[in-house]
């Protein structure tokens, strides 16, 4: 089994700096995304290749705790955050787009591929056809909340 993506976009009325501040600052990510429960950062400061942390987000009716590092790091325009669970490797990877002085389209793409053993039933759920809706559900209220945390904010 291959990689497979999902893909979400959203314009948000802020600059690209303001958006930018609102996706990497984790000590405030549960202000900014309420599927975020708790935040653990567990080294580097500031955010930047090599900042890990622990997130705790309600998906699926459960709580998830899982641990990430920032892979890719290019401030404002985007960074790329992975992680390894249930024998899956993750990538989310942002892109932000400035389309003017106060509009940032925000992309973000969530990827998984199977780093071996059993677990393919579980990457197959979770990035099926059923899965990838739930994914892309999450992922686009994840971009309505920093909308909703920035719009009007001003500044960079």
């Given amino acids: 089994m291959t990689s497979k993506s999902v893909t979400a976009e959203r314009r948000i009325a802020a ?15 549960e202000r900014v995304l309420s599927g975020v429960t708790k935040v653990e950062v567990l080294s580097g400061e500031g955010f ?9 987000r309600r998906m699926f009716g459960k709580d998830a705790t899982e641990e990430m590092w920032v892979t890719r790091c290019e401030a404002p325009e985007g960074y790329a955050v992975e ?3 249930y024998g899956s490797h993750y990538v989310s990877a942002w892109e932000l787009r ?6 940032t ?14 677990i393919m039933n579980v990457l197959a ?32």
């Fill in 15 to 29: 600059p690209r700096g303001t958006v930018w501040a609102a996706l990497t600052d984790l000590p405030g990510m």
């Fill in 48 to 56: 930047g290749v090599g900042t890990r942390w622990r997130e705790t």
């Fill in 98 to 103: 400035a389309d003017g002085p106060e509009t």
């Fill in 83 to 85: 992680a390894e669970s």
């Fill in 125 to 156: 759920k979770v990035l099926g056809p059923v899965g990838a809706r739930a994914v892309r559900k999450a992922i686009e209220k994840d971009l309505d909340d920093v909308a909703a945390a920035v719009e009007g904010r001003g500044g960079s």
């Fill in 105 to 118: 389209t925000v992309r973000m793409t969530f990827s998984a591929s199977p780093t071996g053993g059993g």
